[in-house]
């Protein structure tokens, strides 16, 4: 196979979803489909009992819950499946938020009792900052939830992306028995006799083709009630709605919507074939000296993820890459553009569902892990030679903070290496007092427990014991001048109500304990920008 056609074939993406909306039982559905695992329940035990497919780290087992993110690739359909697993607890961190930096497409996953949740809103603005194409996937249909066209209305108005339902749910004796699909012109009823938690259990019947919704066979399928309602419903589809705009959908204005059941596999193949169908492969990838075509020679791609410690037996740090073009092959030697540096990738290794190997050919749309000699920053680009930077991955404020209080004084060296490192590797963020200014250390997460990562890893790694104080931190804004200029900071220094500090790559933020003193701050200095994100350094 040409490289081009490797790439062609690529499809990688992310589950988005809040927890419980059953991301990991769709994963698992995924697995069981591409033939990657046989028996449903094998994901599941990442919740505690025997090993897992993306189950890495000892307090990932200890405390059942995903911190990682974890490449599953597998081949499906002709395709290469590359799906970047994110922690689905509800303490995710800016892990989640990176690797959404790193795919080319995502499916939202909601419970069609709940709608649109707190996280997933979260996880949609990121996807939506960078215009990928959006699936959405309504799960739980088996329990019965809210309107279809009420869920339409919500994710519209509250996500403000347009929906386009191309596998509506059809009943039978008013329960879920199967989807219409919009596109195809066919039903894909179910045999709930037969519904099952295995892929392979034959729950779904062959997909009727039929020529519209009046076709007398989807009446056959249907009772009268069933069928009564489809028709209604597709004739207020009809009435409301355009035809399915592909432009709109690639840049993420547009997310077609699906139906079904995970558990009970409804409406999975009609999702999944659709999804081969429409989801892109690698696109070009914006960088400072335009855009990178997935099919260029050179080697390129950029770091989203730094790991420590995935092999217990050998301390490592492992960056995850993802490839942007060329080939990573093994024994190559890559440029680490932002220090300058050559290195030899001895090991590169790619993630397929459950075991780690060493590459023996990854494509654009790849994901390949790359022993970190200490030398990668989250963002870094890495080229066949070239010197060129793709767009920064942005850090996004935190919503948690902590004061860091060191307990062994001798120990001051480990400490402050330790906890460099760890901001570094994109663990927490930290902010620092200016040089010459008395102050605290204070971390800010995405979620509580990369505090407790943090915490662990600087006792287990670093000999040193730390304790996290509570602090009245509430807000953290990086401040930039609205005309370009440099920020002198004694300017600032009682122009705002909040703690001025520098973060890792020293960018001023400033650390709000109130939403108003922050909303103050931004209306008495328009000169002033106070940035939800921050990028570049
Ligand atoms: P998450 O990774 O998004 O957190 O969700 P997960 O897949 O673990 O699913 C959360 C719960 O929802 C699980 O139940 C799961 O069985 C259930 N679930 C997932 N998909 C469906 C579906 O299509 N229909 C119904 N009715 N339930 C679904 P649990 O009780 O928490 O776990 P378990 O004891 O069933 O394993």
Excluded at 263 to 291: K, V
Excluded at 355 to 366: N, Y
Excluded at 422 to 443: F, M, W
Aim: overall charge negative.
């Amino acid at each position: 196979m040409t490289p081009q056609h490797e790439i062609r074939r690529r499809r990688t993406f992310a589950i988005i979803s809040h927890p419980d909306a059953g991301k990991t039982t769709l994963t698992e559905k995924l697995l069981l489909y591409g033939g990657v695992i046989q028996l449903a329940g094998a994901v599941k035990a990442k919740r505690g009992r025997a090993s897992a497919v993306s189950d890495w780290m000892e307090m990932e087992r200890e405390r059942g819950i995903s911190i990682t993110t974890s490449v599953l690739a597998f081949p499906y359909r002709g395709l290469q499946m590359n799906l970047l697993d994110t922690p689905g607890h509800a303490d995710f961190s800016e892990d989640t938020y990176r690797t959404l930096h790193a795919v080319d497409g995502a499916v939202m996953l909601l419970d069609c009792a709940k709608g649109v949740e707190a996280q997933t809103k979260k996880l949609f603005r990121v996807c939506r900052q960078r215009a990928i194409p959006i699936f959405t996937f309504v799960n739980k249909m088996d329990r019965g939830g809210r309107d279809p066209f009420d869920l339409i209305g919500e994710v519209e108005s509250v996500l403000g992306i347009g929906v386009f339902p191309v596998a509506w749910p059809v009943f039978r004796g008013g329960t879920f028995r199967g989807v219409y699909h919009r596109l195809k012109r066919r039903v894909y009823l179910f045999d709930a006799a037969h519904a099952g938690s295995s892929a392979t259990s034959g729950a779904e019947r062959p997909p009727v083709e039929v020529t519209g919704i009046d076709d007398p066979l989807v009446r056959e399928e249907l009772d009268e009630a069933g069928f009564d309602r489809l028709r209604h419903d597709a004739e207020l589809l009809e009435a409301a709605g355009d035809g399915f705009d592909e432009e709109r959908y690639l840049a993420g204005e547009l997310s077609p919507m699906f139906f079904g059941s995970a558990i009970n596999n409804f409406g999975l193949e009609a999702f999944l074939e659709t999804f081969c169908e429409l989801m892109p492969p690698p696109r070009a990838r914006p960088s400072d000296q335009g855009p990178v075509d997935p099919a260029g020679a050179e080697f390129s791609g950029f770091v989203f993820k730094i790991q420590a410690n995935m092999d217990r037996a050998h301390r490592d740090r492992v960056a995850f890459v993802r490839i942007c073009s060329g080939q990573v092959t093994r024994g190559m030697k890559v440029h680490h553009v932002r220090s300058g540096r050559d290195l030899r990738l001895m090991s590169p290794t790619q993630f397929l569902a459950g075991e780690r190997s060493v590459v023996e050919g990854g494509f654009a749309g790849d994901v390949v892990g790359i022993p970190d000699p200490g030398l990668f920053e989250i963002g870094d680009t890495l080229t066949g030679g070239s010197r060129f930077a793709f767009e920064p991955i942005p850090s996004f404020a935190p919503e948690h903070f902590s004061r860091l209080v060191m307990l062994d004084p001798l120990r001051r060296k480990q400490f402050a290496r330790g906890v460099e490192q760890l901001a570094q590797e994109g663990t927490v963020q930290l902010y620092r007092p200016p040089a010459g200014r008395a102050g605290d250390l204070v971390l800010g997460a995405l979620g509580q427990l990369q505090f407790e990562v943090v915490r662990y890893r600087l006792e287990s790694e670093y000999g040193v014991e730390v304790r996290l104080e509570p602090t009245a931190y509430q807000l953290a804004r990086w401040v930039t001048r609205a005309d370009g200029a440099p920020l002198e900071l004694d300017d600032l220094y009682g122009a705002v109500e909040g703690m001025v500090v520098l973060d890792i790559r020293d960018r001023v933020v400033v650390l709000f304990d109130r939403e108003w003193a922050l909303r103050t701050a931004e209306r008495l200095h328009p000169e002033l920008v106070f940035g939800e994100t921050a990028t570049g350094v």
